[in-house]
């Protein structure tokens, strides 16, 4: 009998896939949980740390539809409000 790991997806952490596309851990985070697009989560026997299936997270970053935030130094300040002038 060998000692071989059952094949199947490959599974990234937050973490990996936060290097893998040059974001910051934090960024990942936020949209695992707020992006319903995001994969689920995959807990593996033994372990607590989630983890995604790789061809999913390519999937997903793939066809992302992002927006830009708003420019707020375009905005005028309310009379009163700390900031540059």
């Not at 995604?52 to 009379?79: M, Q, S």
């Amino acid at each position: 009998m060998t000692d071989e790991k059952k094949e199947g997806p490959r599974l990234m952490t937050i973490p990996e896939i936060a290097e893998h596309r040059g974001v910051s851990r934090q960024l990942v985070h936020r949209i695992a949980r707020s992006d319903p697009n995001f994969p689920a989560p995959v807990v593996e026997p033994g372990s607590t740390r989630a983890k995604y299936p790789a061809d999913a997270v390519e999937e997903f970053w793939r066809t992302r539809v992002t927006k830009p935030g708003r420019r707020t130094d375009l905005e005028e300040r309310a009379e009163g409000e700390v900031g540059e002038s």
